[in-house]
């Protein structure tokens, strides 16, 4: 079910709250998990049961493996085997689901054969809990997974708040704090900030997020030949519409967990403030930026050997990140561009010369808007329509239509948002991040609600949930 759903907010989410603080009062620890993770699975099983014992499947495999792998009990050798073997058996999974119809439909069109392989579905945040169940491998390698019990494992696995779209948690996030007897008593201080939070996510997705919607899609998917200013607005759409969607989704993630006592990873710090390419992937999605770090670029060698072996790092590292986002070639040019962009950062920032700071921040945003376009476009052709519609310079005297000039005025309030607002949790704590702001909590939740009441018959799904 959707965030941003009825049935989640006056059903499943109240439900899930009572049943766990009263099975904690009555009876801590162990029940209260389970009870978590069933609801979890009735969560994810929302969409459909026939990918459930996919994901159970996988929960006791890694489990399995990564029990054994942090017992230590093995031979070097073998101990390295078995985790390559649980590296492949979850890359394997992924692989065969996301990338199994790219990679045969290439294939025809390089060599004329024609293989054929019936449509797969993607399970529901395969690439998600792919990338958490390596993370727990690795780490149980290293040995830092000891003490672990099933129970634990998988509730880090499905706790639902982040299970469909993150922020991609590691296990030492979550563990521990559901171990934490604290935890396990209601806390209304954290209940009001997760509340708050919950209601301006809510807010961010149905009225702003949405907003923009309805004027990109047309853009980037319809035929019309696009103005200079259609363009530029349809280009802008996009750009605040993932952004808006994406973090109003994370807020609702993280709110929904602090309701539990549960404090997930920030994934956004005001990424539109960027002034470089590198800050920029600092604040954005920056839970993915720290898994890419940790168990890919930095494996592959970082920057210990050399700049042109760091420049090749960094470009792979980007180019697969492209690629995990789906099965596209344009996923894979948009990695590739930021990739790019990071070592022309990386050479820029060795020259010691700098910029002013509105016009570094300029050239970012712009890069990273650029960038988006072939990201959201569903194949080059569309990306195409718009860049010759945003460079046909002839059509700058066209007016537009009173669309248009509507989300010309919403562009410019995102503007003002996204780089002179305050982050959603400093907005719903006080200066010592504790006590929740009443008058806040309550309007974003009251607008949310009134709004989604307005377009109950269309709610939307979120952009990364087809990730």
């Known amino acids: 079910m959707l965030f941003n759903s009825p049935e989640y907010i006056f059903v499943f989410l109240p439900a899930a709250v009572v049943i766990y603080f009263y099975l904690n009062a009555c009876h801590p620890g162990r029940p209260a998990k389970i009870w978590l993770v069933l609801a979890s699975l009735g969560f994810y099983s929302w969409w459909g049961l ?3 014992p996919l994901i159970v499947t996988s929960i006791i495999v890694n489990y399995a493996v990564g029990r054994t792998l942090a017992q230590g009990v093995m031979k070097a050798r073998a101990q390295k085997l078995l985790l390559v073997s ?9 692989g065969y689901f996301k990338y199994a119809n790219f990679f045969i439909d290439n294939f025809d069109r390089v060599t004329g054969a024609s293989a054929y392989l019936a449509p797969i579905i993607l399970p529901l945040a395969i690439s998600f809990f792919t990338f958490q169940k ?18 634990d494992y998988a509730l880090f696995v499905t706790f639902f708040p982040q299970l469909i779209a993150g922020p991609i948690v590691h296990h030492k996030q979550i563990v521990p704090q559901f171990a934490d007897a604290k935890n396990a008593e ?14 301006i996510g809510l807010c961010k997705k149905i009225v702003i997020a949405d907003t923009f919607a309805a004027y990109a899609t047309p853009g980037f998917d319809g035929t019309k030949v696009l103005t200079f200013a259609e363009a530029w607005l349809t280009s802008l759409s996009y750009t605040f519409q993932l952004y808006f969607d994406f973090s109003g989704y994370t807020d609702m993630a993280i709110g929904s967990a602090l309701l539990f006592n549960i404090r997930l990873p920030k994934n956004f710090e005001s990424p539109y403030k960027a002034l470089d390419i590198q800050d920029f992937w600092r604040r954005w999605h920056i839970t993915l930026s720290h898994f890419l770090r940790d168990y890919l670029y930095i494996p592959l060698g970082g920057n210990r050997h050399g700049d ?9 590292t980007f180019l697969l990140g492209g690629l995990w986002h789906g099965a596209s070639w344009m996923f894979v040019a948009w990695g590739a561009m930021h990739g790019l962009a990071m070592i022309v950062n990386r050479i820029w920032t060795k020259t010691g010369l700098s910029l002013p700071a509105f016009a570094a921040w300029l050239l970012t945003f712009n ?9 959201r476009a569903k194949d080059l052709d569309a990306a195409a329509r718009v860049l010759r519609g945003m460079t046909d310079f002839s059509s700058i005297a066209q007016r537009t239509d009173n669309n248009g000039r509507d989300i010309a005025i919403w562009s410019a309030a995102a503007f003002g948002v996204v780089l002179l607002g305050r982050t959603t949790l400093t907005l719903c704590t006080d200066d010592n991040a ?13 607008v949310a609600l009134l709004t989604m009441f307005a377009v109950t018959s269309r709610v939307s799904e979120f952009i990364y949930f087809n990730f």
Do not use: H, P
């Open 434 to 446: 504790q006590t929740v702001s009443g008058i806040t909590a309550g309007a974003a939740f009251a």
């Open 86 to 94: 649980g590296l492949t058996f979850n890359l394997g999974l992924l």
């Open 50 to 52: 026939i990918y459930l």
């Open 367 to 375: 890069f990273v808007n650029f960038a988006w376009i072939f990201f």
């Open 308 to 316: 042109i072996r760091t420049g090749f790092n960094l470009f792979l």
């Open 186 to 199: 209601f806390n209304a201080s954290n209940f009001g900030i997760g509340l708050c939070m919950f209601g």
């Open 134 to 151: 390596i993370g727990f491998l690795v780490d149980s390698y290293k040995g830092e997974t000891r003490g672990y019990n099933f129970l």
